[in-house]
């Protein structure tokens, strides 16, 4: 795709948009997706705009600096990105791998706008699906003993292989709190529950023993706080007393899959942008 | 309609179904729907029979008594209902009334198989109302110096009116703990959340803070433990950033009335049977 | 509510939303919500906003007369509407009420913003369920014969009550095309399926007989062409072996009601714009 | 799995439950799932029976034949299945690949319970995909001068492999009438839309033209009508103004593929009869 996107928050005012546009018209660019939305109770303005040159191409990073003066004097939080870069992510996993084939399959076909440079497992199980779409596959094997090393190895793949953004594709080990403060709102989770119900482990087995009548998904940003980050996206899937602890684990597959792979998406295309504890997704 | 519900439930084991659709057969009725199910964590069977006499009039005290010896040997719990018997229901209401406004049309267009003899509330507001349906309104105020008076009142109309079932929707005072014991089973509720999520008081609030994309709401029957009682249905809806406050309040109404008409609905039609803290529902 | 409503349709071109919110911005007014959308395929370009003065009251006449000059240089088709102006909703049901029951009582609790000066119906039957929330119900029977004089009285209560939408709430008789031409945009009608599937009289039958896994409605603005309006909004149902032509029915009742109050309440705050056969709806 | 599935369906009876059941206790085995239906319209019972054997082996050949006088006497069309047998499935695939990703990731994980033994194509696209899995794939293209030729290819594997069910996962070539006498209820297809919408070529462009706010997709059982066969299961999908005819393509796969895999679960599950143009299925 050409052109860019930019999103943004500042508080509210008179003005905002038609000035932000003014500036995107000036530049010689056309707006071909906008969407705007006040927080009102904290007085919170939010824009995303996509826009392509008239003419010619566009230069992000020239255009970032002609809207400093504009951001400055509103005090805006700003990000002006290329289209054309495609976000380069790291998928994490652990021994289910139905999130990893569901992303693997989408990038296939051109269906997720990401790149996956690498693939980290904690074990071997996904070793040979990984090879067969010529990904690289790094087997980090993780245990009390290991824990730093392995985190450093992880931070070398990061830095080598210039991650934009990691997804932990039912990865089942806790990042440690350094890594989760050096990435924040880079580091997508998917959680087998409808948080903040479930919270923690075996979330499919408390919802049996609880007679829920539906399950769900949670894909979220991972801050130092277990299962507490902000919201990106959630789904439920019905189930009654037929579905046992293990069809529960059947049926949630398909929901993980499909709302973790949405997250994704959302965020490489620069649809989500962080509010507080909670997000703004411009869909 | 004509015939009997029987529902039972009782320690797995075979030919528990053929000795129960037996005796049907030989007490000269036909079964018209018939459903059961295993509970494989606790080894527990449970069986839902509608059936109809082949010729005349069936005679529900008369099976009932006919089932005992079958019922004492396999240990079963069991109800032998008569279907021409609809269940009289006590609403409860406090301010917001769309719960009592879709019962109360749903019952008036027979898409509920239940009478409403009396509707009960802590205050005036639902009262014209409810008197366009002609069904006798009780104003019962409440504080913490007429508690118990109140209470006393409630008992005599359950008594009076010869209730089966209290529906409480969206009743906002606490039933106390000793007619929960009076009627297990037989007190449903609306709580306005996902649960086991957001519990207690105000939970679009809570949704709203900890920025969810689902909203819920859950029907169950009431115990001593406040929000904790088996779950009969729920129902979610999805939600954004412009879904404020009060949006989430209008969003949720709609959930609500649909997920406690069901809940009652099935209450009515014998098809709901407790699993501990759980419940079987035979849809 | 104070302040306008602006939407707008024209050719798309760039600068469009800088000039549009510039004027908003010049006019002493701040945009509380706005969106745009732009048709690819027919390179059309629409907007929705709704702007408050910042100190004052808004003249939406005067607003309107300013804003043409904009207008007529882009050939903008655009509608300027003064929020605290409710529209004046004209009802019409014939037996089955379950859309007027749920339209009436989310008016009177002031979930939907319009006014109900009357109901028409060519039954009696929903007469007292009218006069409960004291509401002019006109009965207006329909026959080979009357058919032109009905419609002549219909004529008259829709001037004589200066009716802004018609809404046929299961209303099973034909407008004849004349009235159709005259209101284009502002007759919705809720048609029980999943349309196109199912055009015509019963459609639940059809859909049985069908062996459909989902049942739906659809609302649609009315044009001389049965069921091929413009359609504003569908919703679907499951239903299985189970649901019989009966139960069909009244799964349907849900839906309807659901999606026919979605349709009113959107036309009623200005989010339904006209695009060719289909509909943009900003939510 | 242990024991077996017993399907049948025949004219309404008192006591047909009762006999079934009690053939099924006498032959030593345990009920572990049942259900019925009776379908009120035509006055046909279904009834569908996993059973255990209390000890040791079942044999499902030996049952069948104990079995035939009862059906006999009632006029029943039955199935005894071997649970150990696992249903050896083709899947026929042209240049969209989802569902047949879908179909291969699940089973390799064990969540569908058959054997594909062959992929066959009209085109080269997916061969590395499927070789990934290691399962045969028999590229047969298609033209006009060809047509009779590729179908001998293809009855040839369809013999050699033992092939009990032919899953067409986005097959957009036409069997021929013979090939579909010969394997009624037999052949499953996926339809990208909600029938009886949308039917033949280009559904998602059909609804993107006609502006429809929901799209679906469709298994179904192949009869020589296309388009027309009985419909196994239909999943809807939310889409609006901003999803173009490519973004409907891209929605609607992920539906395409969950429903798809259902009805090729139920099917291997014994869990789908036919009735008539229509299905009975118990979930």
Redesign the interface.
Known sequence: SRGIVLTLACPDA??L??ET??F??RQG?????????????TGTF?MRIVAEP?AGESDAQALSTAFEPIAAEHRMRFTMADRSHRLRALIMVSKFD?CL?DLL?RTS?G?LPIEIPAVVSNHRDSY??VA?HDIPYHHIPISAATKERAEAKLAEIIEDERIDLIVLARYMQVLSPSLCRRFPGRVINIHHS?????KGAKPYHQAF??????I?ATAHYVTEDLDEG???????VRV???T??DELV?RG??VEA?VLSRAVRWHAEHRILL?G?????F?
Chains 1, 2, 3, 4 share one sequence.
């Open positions: 008179p003005g948009i038609a546009c003014g995107i018209f660019l056309n707006i071909i997706e906008s969407a705007q939305f006040t927080d009102q109770t939010f008239v139905h084939n399959y076909i269906a040979q699906r067969a409808f948080l903040p119900s479930f023993s609880r007679g829920v009548k539906l769900g902000p919201i990106i996206e959630q789904e439920a009654d007393q037929v046992g602890p059947a597959r398909d499909l509010n504890t909670r997000t703004v997704v869909k």
